[in-house]
């Protein structure tokens, strides 16, 4: 609440009546509990039952704000404020070591990953994305997700970035800080043939030097395979950067339709920054990329 108060205040200082802190911890709730109008929450959010629970957080509540209200102050409002204290919020935690037991080989799990929000037939906002399908146009929100994602289940949004038909970057000033980072990036069968082809041509070379393992997690038998220090060429073959490949192909059984048990199969490639060892897959792959999928739920 304290935080939430610091945002500045653009009304009218002789029309107020709901504080800043208020406001915002309704427009919270009302995402949180996913409402998905303001007449559906101004119906479900305003009962005697929300508003007690709501002088949990602020005592001296009184009354609960109209939702036009709450849609006019968000409008005003500078957004990279509220960035700002979600930021703090996560740097707090870091340094008070609250992930401590969650961290993949000592790292904050950070999963990044793209998600539409909405798509609707019209044009609802000048920023909105376009596609033809079947010749007729659809308008849609999408934005990158910067979360962190932990294997206890927990996720916890820390960036989002909306994409919409703004000016490029045309003088190609990409900065490459992102190779910093440990990584561990979804491999589909479609992108980057060069290393696919790596992959394939070395993969039975290593089978003695230890690069397949097996292991069994949950009610899954998971298949192994890697291959370490691939040269991947990349801006028309003038900068390289060395990746490790690693497909996990995974087996289950479980009931369909006619409850008759059936064999399941799938398969995971990832990237990963670091070298492969039989020990660290589990840990990378298991407990870290294929927990990207919770950003869609978040």
């Known amino acids: 609440m304290v935080r939430l108060s610091e945002v500045k205040d653009y009304r009218n200082p002789r029309k107020v009546k ?3 802190a208020v406001i915002l911890l309704f427009g919270i709730f009302w995402f949180v509990l996913q409402k998905s109008s303001r007449r559906q929450a101004n119906e479900e959010l305003t009962d005697p039952i929300f508003l007690n629970n709501m002088r949990i957080f602020s005592p001296c509540l009184e009354s609960l704000p109209h939702h036009d209200t709450v849609n006019r102050f968000l409008s005003m409002i500078d957004i990279n404020e509220l960035e700002n204290i979600l930021a703090g919020l996560i740097r707090g935690f870091i340094r008070s070591k609250k992930f401590r037991k969650y961290l993949i080989d000592n790292h904050i799990p950070i999963a990044v990953d793209g998600t539409q929000k ?8 000048e920023e909105c994305l376009e596609r033809k399908i079947n010749g007729k146009s659809q308008y849609y929100c999408y934005t990158l997700e910067a979360s962190l994602v932990f294997h206890n289940g927990m996720v916890l949004p820390l960036a989002s970035e ?4 703004m000016q490029g970057d045309e003088g190609r000033n990409k900065q490459d800080c992102e190779i910093r980072w440990q990584f561990m990036i979804t491999l589909k069968d479609d992108s980057l043939p060069t290393v696919w082809e790596e992959y394939n041509a070395l993969v039975d070379f290593g089978s003695n030097q230890n690069n397949r393992h097996c292991r069994k997690w949950g009610n899954r038998k998971q298949k192994f395979m890697w291959v370490n220090d691939i040269d991947y060429l990349y801006d028309q073959g003038t900068k390289e950067q060395i990746v490790h490949v690693v497909v996990c192909e995974e087996e289950w059984e479980q009931f369909d339709e006619a409850a008759q048990v059936v064999t399941r199969h799938r398969k995971f490639p990832w990237i990963s920054s670091e070298p492969l060892r039989w020990w660290n897959l589990h840990e990378r792959c298991n407990l870290g990329a294929r927990y990207r999928w919770r950003i869609g739920t978040g």
Do not use: D, I, P, T
Not at 118 to 125: A, E, P, Q, V
Not at 162 to 165: A, C, H, S, V
């Open 118 to 125: 909405h798509c609707y037939k019209f044009l609802w906002s």
């Open 162 to 165: 909306f994409l919409g038909f």
């Open 18 to 20: 709901h504080k800043v």
